[in-house]
T-cell receptor, first 119, second 111 residues
Framework: DAGITQSPRHKVTETGTPVTLRCHQT?????MYWYRQDPGHGLRLIHY???????DKGEVSDGYSVSRSKTEDFLLTLESATSSQTSVYFC??????????????????FGQGTRLTVV | RKEVEQDPGPFNVPEGATVAFNCTYS??????FFWYRQDCRKEPKLLMS???SGNEDGRFTAQLNRASQYISLLIRDSKLSDSATYLC????????????FGAGTQVVVTP
């Protein structure tokens, strides 16, 4: 299995509090992603990163920020948690097939997920 | 319209039967295609990549139809353990590294 871990695995937090989820990889992959998964919507991209300090928004980025200060860690922050952000969050990693060039990526490997409940 | 669409199912399949389902994508710049499997409350895991000429991995066959912009997955001789949600994943050349997921097709294999 790919070396990718998420922490925490479960969290309950109150509305209005900031929350940070961590994704850590040991594969030295270039790309890292944060998705949320909700019934009826499947996996939706929140933010992704294509290198250290290089990030871009996905389709559901409002209310979330990310940071990637080193290759192995990608942090997702909910600046002020709301009940609509109750979800399962997955981190994923992938890499370039030929390294460095925007050619076809390898498949993505996922972390085990973080179940976040905002009350 | 969603970029990647799948029939949510469920497809109820008798053990030993064959089941097939499609995934359509809207962006003609789509370049890489994958099928993932997700078991309940677990992370998605790669089932197989989809190549232009079609490819087979044991009981699983994937096809790509660029003209009609869909990919398909066929499962032969279904096993109870094949019960899962199958996710279609697409990556486009105009946004390298950005993976788009379908919402998934649920397959239930019954004894």
């Amino acid at each position: 299995d790919a070396g990718i871990t998420q922490s925490p695995r479960h969290k309950v937090t109150e509305t209005g509090t900031p929350v940070t989820l961590r994704c850590h990889q040991t594969e030295n992959h270039r790309y890292m992603y944060w998705y949320r998964q909700d019934p009826g919507h499947g996996l939706r991209l929140i933010h992704y990163s294509y290198g250290v300090k290089d990030t871009d928004k996905g389709e559901v980025s409002d209310g979330y920020s990310v940071s990637r200060s080193k290759t192995e860690d990608f942090l997702l922050t909910l600046e002020s948690a709301t009940s609509s952000q109750t979800s399962v969050y997955f981190c994923a990693i992938s890499d370039n097939r030929q390294g460095g060039l925007p050619t076809m990526n390898t498949e993505a490997f996922f972390g085990q997920g973080t179940r976040l409940t905002v009350v | 319209r969603k970029e990647v669409e799948q029939d949510p199912g469920p497809f109820n399949v008798p053990e030993g039967a064959t089941v097939a389902f499609n995934c359509t994508y809207s962006n003609s710049a789509s370049q890489s295609f994958f099928w993932y499997r997700q078991d309940c409350r677990k992370e998605p895991k790669l089932l197989m990549s989809v190549y232009s000429s079609g490819n087979e991995d044991g009981r699983f066959t994937a096809q790509l139809n660029r003209a009609s912009q869909y990919i398909s997955l066929l499962i032969r001789d279904s096993k109870l353990s094949d019960s899962a949600t199958y996710l279609c994943v697409v990556m486009t050349t105009d946004s390298w590294g950005k993976l788009q997921f379908g919402a998934g097709t649920q397959v239930v294999v019954t004894p």
